[in-house]
């Protein structure tokens, strides 16, 4: 599990967590607006897409270890080319490569590995720990990198120039291309050849009978994933459940994605200067791990689903506290606790939202295939979500923007709300 954990986050550093946690600094170093950026991401979007399609069936098919080392191997060459720092035109077709470097062979992949990895009774905690443990790998790195600034800025930050940012951005780019590489070398030594047979562990108490059936099944999911039914599959996507999954994940990496608005909000509403909009944009990626792996713990005495209707409640509230202003007036302490309450539903939910699909009783020979099926829908948020909270917020924006920014994204966890009820009304129903 240490090693998916790792791989798990080390490929998302470069596209994802950069921009998240350093995304201030981003802006001034590339000279480019979060309109811009949600543009670039579009192009990361777009790939992923046809990618998550495809990736489910290449993950029924081959083994996980040499899929992920790879994938991460590719992802880290392009950290290279961005070192450089290109111009907006390049970045685009940057982030369209990792769009397929990042999914294609990876991401069906590690989910299926994680669901192997747990049992029926564990799914909670296996995708908790997955995500939480990401979560904590990735605000460790981000910890490590938001230090960097500290080597290049002057002590009076209003004196920073514009190679200072530079120089800064290619040492952290440099700083997290190098954590992938060392990371693609210890999951290709360190992830089993076969992923059935040496990432599920059996309990002790497992009697020998029950150990035949399991390699029974085991075997003749291996020989499904290469000769499955296509009819299958697409049935089973039909149906109501896996419509609401894919709803629920729509939402809830709708919410995962205006996490990188958080830093730049502290740095344009709160007036933080760029240091102190790292730092904070940090704490929120320690909340990752917290939330995840905590709810997930709690998911496998609960139900996922029924802790999903609990996170998008605290994302639906957070988020019209927000967007009305009702704090507003208050000291900032008290937008700061609207944040964390944001971010705990959200985090909650990155820990669930795959866990529940035990509770649609998928076929686990089928698991890469419907999540990468799904994942096209769920995943949507790549393509769009960027470019909404970048033309929304526009160039200079002010607290009125980022007030119709939560005000209109009000609208997902609601939606992710009622979609978690419906898929709960089918699951009873099967």
């Known amino acids: ?32 607006s979060d309109a811009q950026l949600g543009e670039v991401q579009a192009f990361y979007g777009i790939t992923a897409l046809i990618s998550y399609f495809f990736g489910g069936f290449i993950a029924d098919r081959w083994e996980a270890r040499k899929l992920i080392a790879i994938s991460i191997f590719c992802t880290a060459l392009g950290g290279i080319w961005m070192m450089t720092i290109p111009s907006v035109f390049a970045l685009k077709f940057l982030y369209g490569f990792w769009g ?7 991401w069906a992949a590690l989910i299926k590995a994680t669901r192997d990895w747990g049992d029926t009774h564990t799914q909670g905690i296996s995708f908790g720990l997955l995500d939480g443990g990401r979560g904590a790998f990735a605000a460790l790195i981000a910890t490590f990198g ?14 920073v120039t514009h190679a200072d940012k530079v120089v800064t951005m290619q040492y952290i780019i440099g700083f997290m291309t190098f954590i992938a590489l060392l990371v693609a070398v210890f999951v290709w030594k360190a992830i089993p050849n076969s992923t059935h047979d040496s990432l599920s562990f059996p309990s002790n108490r497992e009697s020998t009978h029950q150990k035949e059936m399991d390699s029974h099944v085991r075997e003749n999911d291996t020989k499904t994933s290469v000769h499955f039914d296509a ?8 149906k109501p459940k896996i419509i609401f999954h894919s709803l629920i994940i729509v939402c809830a990496y709708s919410a995962y994605k205006l996490t990188g608005t958080y830093a ?17 944009g940090v704490t929120v990626q320690w909340m990752r791990p917290i939330a995840a792996i905590t709810i997930g713990w709690i998911a496998d005495k609960y139900m996922a689903s029924k802790l999903s209707l609990v996170s998008f409640s605290l ?12 704090f507003e007036h208050q000291a900032i302490g008290f937008s700061m606790a609207t944040f964390f309450m944001m971010v705990i539903g959200t985090y909650s939910l990155r820990g669930l939202y795959f866990a529940i699909i035990e509770e649609a009783k998928t076929p686990k020979n089928l698991t890469g295939t419907v999540v990468g099926i799904i994942s096209v829908v769920g995943f949507t948020p790549d393509i769009f979500m960027s470019l909404l909270s970048g033309y929304m917020l526009g160039k200079n924006p002010t607290i009125v923007e980022y007030q119709n920014l939560f005000q209109l994204f009000a609208l997902f966890p609601l939606v992710g709300l009622l979609a978690t009820i419906g898929f709960r009304r089918m699951i009873k129903n099967f």
């Open 315 to 326: 994302m639906t509230l957070a988020s019209l506290i927000l967007g009305f202003g009702w």
């Open 146 to 159: 938001s230090f960097i600034p500290l080597l290049f800025f002057p002590e009076d930050m209003s004196t």
């Open 1 to 32: 599990m240490f090693a998916l954990i790792v791989a798990g986050e080390a490929i998302f550093l470069l596209p994802f967590i950069l921009i998240r946690v350093f995304k201030p600094i981003i802006r001034e170093a590339f000279l480019v």
């Open 231 to 238: 009819r299958q599959v697409f049935s089973l996507l039909t």
């Open 264 to 280: 730049t909000y502290a740095k344009d509403v709160w007036g933080f200067n760029l240091q102190e909009a790292s730092y904070f």
């Open 100 to 106: 397929v470097s990042t999914i294609l062979l990876f």
